[in-house]
C-alpha cells in the first residue's frame, strides 16, 4: 500500500497523525476485523488515499489494539473516520457512507491552493523572511480574496516590514470575528504603537528634565520605548503620568498601560507586577 495509506498504532501514532498533520489533512479510519459495514468502508478510503495521491494521509487504526487512541478521540461506534489538521480533529462521520460522501467529506477537509499558499508564507514567515512570506500570501488571496487568515498572516507581515497605512488598510477589511482573535487584537496594538509621532527620544526625555509635568512628552516616550521593546521603561513613563494626572488625554496613561499589557499577555510577569502598581496609583 503506498506510503499515504498506513496502519497506525501507539508506536507511530505521534509522527503520523499528530505531526503529519501539520504537513497536510489526516483522515483517519477506526476499524476493527470483526466488523463488516468497515471492511465496506475501508477499500472505499483506500481507493480515494491512492486517487489523491498525497493530499491526505490516510491512517488505519484497529480500535481494538488501540483502545486508548479510540477512547481520546471518542470513538463510540466503527467505523469511525476522523479528520485531523495541525494536530486536532476538524470533522468526522460514523458509519460506512457510499464513496460519492466520502469523497465529499474529503473534499471539505484538503485545503483550497490558496490555503497550501498560505502555509507555505507562514514557514516563510516563520524563518524571518517577511518580504517572501508576504509575496506568496499576496498569490494566496488572488487565489481567495476570503481567505481570513491568509489576510491575518498578512497583516503580521505588514507590522513586521513596519508598513503601516497598508496594514491600517488591511485590517479595515478583516471580518468583525476575525477582528474578536487574540492574535489580531495584538496585532491592532502593534499598529497602534507604530503609528505614534516621531520626536527623538533623546528630545522627549530632555522636555520632562526640564518640566517633570510635560506629561505628553512622557506618554510619547511611553510609545517609543514600546517600539523599542523596552517595556518595562514605558510602564514607568505611564505610571507617572497617572500619578500626576489621572485624566490626562482623556485617560491616556491607564489605557496605554492596558494595551501594553494586552500585547505582553496576562501570563508576563511584568503585567501581574504593573497591574499591581496600577491598582495602588488608582485606589
Known sequence: MPAHSIDVGSANFRDVVLEGS????VIIDFWAPW???CQVLRPILEKLAAEYAGK???AKINSDENQEIAAEFGVRGIPAVKAVVDG???AEFTGALPESQVRAFIERVIPS?????RKH?????ESGQHSEALALLEQALALDSRNEAAKVDKLETLVALDRIAEANALLDTLDLLTLDEPRVATLKAQIGFSASGSEDPAALVARIEKNADDL???LELARHHVRAQAFEPALQQLLEIIRRDRKFGDDAGRRTMLEIFHLLGTDSELVG???RMLASALY
Open 121 to 125: 508564507a507562514r514557514t516563510v514567515m
Open 88 to 90: 486536532r480533529m476538524v
Open 273 to 275: 507586577k504593573y497591574r
Open 35 to 37: 466488523c463488516g459495514p
Open 216 to 218: 505628553a512628552a512622557r
Open 56 to 58: 491526505f494521509t490516510l
Open 113 to 117: 491552493p490558496s490555503e497550501l499558499a
Open 22 to 25: 501539520k504537513q497536510g489533512p
